[in-house]
């Protein structure tokens, strides 16, 4: 991975931050994409390349806009020669819980540009150049048991785009595989608040008894599994959907709850 440059989705906070930490650290340069958070993804470009000495920077734009992600690309292709790896953390999820009926159509619109769209809005304009590498990375984020299109109560519009967004990551792996692109979906499982910043180390100290491995989930759990992915010699993984939850059903609990 040294030496390859990513563009991280979300990149300024929670599981993309992790994920950004830990490519870092495998020498990869990094394009933190955030939509708000200026601040805090300048500070996590200039701390990690302080750190690990990696050239990364912070790009502004919301991934539900095809215009903004655009921008994205063109500024980052400004900067780099290159985009070997992108991440597809950003999506949007409304955790009111909500019956579809309740959704307004501008809501709806926000879950499926957000978590759908934008990947298809980014891969367009990033896939052309990994062709010509005959080399890419690609990662998706979904939740446990997407690739079976389950129902997920009150979670109507983010379970929709993130079960269409299955099916497209395998779609793009059958489509790119000859050109040495691969995509695979990571399912993070019940990993909230600030766990999703925090290390495994950190996770060890805590007892999560609804967990079957014992422990709670955190964002370098996920942050490995992606990293392991966009390695050189994980070129035969492709296509697949890899729930990360500690042995926890998430579907089912969300159900108990309702």
């Known amino acids: 991975m040294k030496g390859k440059i990513a563009l991280i989705t979300g990149g300024s906070s929670g599981i993309g931050k992790s994920t950004a930490i830990e490519l870092a650290k495998n020498g990869v340069h990094l394009i933190i994409n955030y939509r708000n958070s200026k601040e805090d993804a300048v500070e996590l470009a200039s701390s990690l390349t302080e750190m690990y000495g990696t050239e990364n920077i912070a790009v502004k734009g919301d991934v539900s806009d095809e215009g903004q992600c655009?921008?994205?690309?063109?500024?980052?292709?400004?900067?780099?020669?290159s985009i070997d790896i992108v991440i597809h953390n950003a999506g949007p999820y409304i955790h009111e819980k909500k019956r579809l009926t309740d959704y307004s159509p501008q809501e709806w619109n926000y879950l499926i540009n957000g978590n759908l769209n934008g990947v298809f809005y980014l891969s367009r304009l990033l896939i052309p150049k990994m062709r010509e590498a005959r080399w890419g990375r690609i990662i998706t984020i979904g939740f446990d048991r997407v690739e079976s299109a389950p129902g997920w109560i009150y979670r109507s519009g983010?379970?929709?785009?993130?079960t269409g967004l299955a099916s497209l990551t395998k779609t793009i792996a059958l489509e790119e595989a000859e050109y040495g692109i691969t995509a695979n979906m990571v399912c993070p499982g019940d990993i909230i608040g600030d766990w999703k910043e925090k290390s495994i180390s950190d996770s060890l100290q805590v007892r999560d008894s609804e967990t079957p491995v014992g422990r709670p989930g955190t964002g370098e759990d996920i942050a490995r599994v992606i990293c392991?992915?966009?390695?050189?010699?994980?070129?035969?993984i492709t296509g697949s959907i890899m729930p990360v939850t500690g042995g926890k059903d998430v579907l089912g609990k969300a159900y108990k709850q309702s």
């Open 70 to 81: 655009s921008k994205v690309v063109s500024e980052a292709f400004s900067l780099f020669a």
């Open 158 to 162: 983010f379970a929709a785009a993130k």
């Open 228 to 236: 392991f992915l966009v390695e050189e010699s994980s070129s035969f």
